[in-house]
């Protein structure tokens, strides 16, 4: 495919795919859902960060998150990776949550892989994938 001048620098992204599986450790049964999440998301590639900036169902505001990135003209590619704890006393719970996403310019496509998971044994895991386009 023939590319002429730069790629856009903002992009709307649609999810059309996604999976979801979790299992908490006070209920040993692991749950599957095929759900869609009810928001768009809109790419900003900075210079070496990307901003996200989506509004999930029923809320007024839009969230915003930026993550530093690997940006070319065919790719915008992020891993980011957070550790904490939660609770209501100690010892507290240890958690890493991760997210990769990888967003291929020239086919308009995108995949994002999240997951969360604590010392407890209990884990999120989200994989989708859709479609984008320049956003004008």
Known sequence: MACYGSPPDKLICKFERAEKEWRYS??????TSKTLPAWDLIIEALDSKVKL???IFGMDTNS???FNATIDNAYIKFFSEYKGKYGTKEPYIQETET???VIDREANSFTWDKRWDSDDN?????KASGTCKPLQ
């Open 99 to 101: 997210i990769k996403a």
């Open 26 to 31: 006070w209920d040993e049964t692991k749950s």
């Open 122 to 126: 209990s884990y999120k895991y989200w």
């Open 53 to 55: 900036t989506y509004k």
């Open 64 to 66: 915003t998150e930026e």
